[in-house]
């Protein structure tokens, strides 16, 4: 594994003396953490990435399992001990769950390198992401995805001659910028473009790897 000698959004270094918040962390991770990455909480490592270790990692991962279990919805998380410098460590690796906002007493997320309490805008981002076509386009936010028209969803001559922009005219690259419960977000050709939401289907590029959304009009 790669050690950052810093810690972001996706990453922690707690001491064994410092696990009086684990509870908190573990839940702003939880509803921080995107589709197909993952949070991490080393345990016995200083902010400098040097390895103090701890006194009993058996001890230090039930602890981990007690706290977790305490959390509603259930999060996903997984525990391992490893050796840092001749020391041992536990490393604690949370997934994306699906199913935010987590809570263990208030819903916290991570903000930078900090614990925070969610906002209200940040909170209900939260519930929007388990809706299931949202969830599945937020693990593309940031990331190319080819877009076009649905031609199945409009009429043979309005199609020929009227259908719809001529910028959803396809296959287009897009990069999706961002996603809701009502609409997404793209950039194509240097503009922004947003959709409702119930006007997407999704679909797979075979030639390119990638999401494909089709556009009905």
């Given at each position: 594994m790669?050690?950052?000698?810093?810690?972001?959004n996706?990453?922690?270094r707690?001491l064994?003396s410092?696990?009086?918040?684990?509870?908190?962390t573990?839940?702003?991770f939880?509803n921080?953490?995107k589709?197909?990455?993952v949070?991490?909480?080393?345990i016995?490592e200083?902010?400098?990435?040097?390895?103090?270790?701890v006194?009993n990692?058996?001890?230090?991962q039930?602890?981990?399992?007690?706290?977790?279990?305490k959390i509603?919805?259930d999060i996903?998380?997984?525990?391992e001990?490893?050796?840092?410098?001749g020391?041992?460590?536990v490393?604690?690796?949370?997934?994306?769950?699906?199913?935010t906002p987590?809570?263990?007493?208030?819903?916290w997320?991570r903000r930078?390198?900090e614990?925070?309490k969610?906002?209200?805008e940040v909170?209900?981002?939260l519930?929007?992401v388990?809706?299931?076509?949202?969830?599945k386009?937020?693990?593309w936010?940031?990331?190319?995805v080819?877009?076009?028209?649905?031609?199945?969803s409009v009429?043979?001559e309005?199609?020929?001659y009227e259908?719809?922009?001529?910028?959803?005219r396809?296959?287009?690259?897009?990069v999706?910028?961002?996603v809701?419960?009502?609409?997404?977000t793209?950039?194509?050709?240097?503009?922004?473009?947003s959709?409702?939401l119930?006007k997407l289907?999704l679909?797979w590029?075979d030639n390119r790897?990638?999401?494909?959304i089709?556009v009905?009009?």
């Amino acid at each position: 594994m790669r050690h950052n000698p810093w810690e972001d959004n996706l990453l922690e270094r707690k001491l064994e003396s410092d696990l009086k918040d684990l509870p908190k962390t573990l839940v702003a991770f939880a509803n921080s953490v995107k589709p197909g990455h993952v949070a991490t909480i080393l345990i016995g490592e200083k902010n400098d990435s040097s390895a103090q270790g701890v006194t009993n990692p058996d001890e230090i991962q039930k602890t981990v399992r007690r706290e977790c279990e305490k959390i509603y919805p259930d999060i996903l998380w997984k525990s391992e001990v490893y050796e840092k410098d001749g020391k041992y460590c536990v490393r604690v690796e949370i997934e994306f769950s699906g199913d935010t906002p987590h809570f263990a007493g208030s819903a916290w997320v991570r903000r930078g390198s900090e614990t925070v309490k969610a906002s209200d805008e940040v909170f209900q981002r939260l519930v929007e992401v388990r809706l299931d076509k949202v969830r599945k386009l937020a693990i593309w936010e940031g990331k190319e995805v080819t877009v076009e028209r649905d031609e199945g969803s409009v009429e043979f001559e309005r199609y020929r001659y009227e259908a719809g922009p001529a910028y959803w005219r396809g296959p287009n690259p897009a990069v999706l910028e961002s996603v809701n419960a009502f609409w997404a977000t793209f950039q194509v050709d240097g503009k922004r473009r947003s959709e409702p939401l119930e006007k997407l289907l999704l679909s797979w590029d075979d030639n390119r790897d990638r999401l494909k959304i089709l556009v009905k009009f």
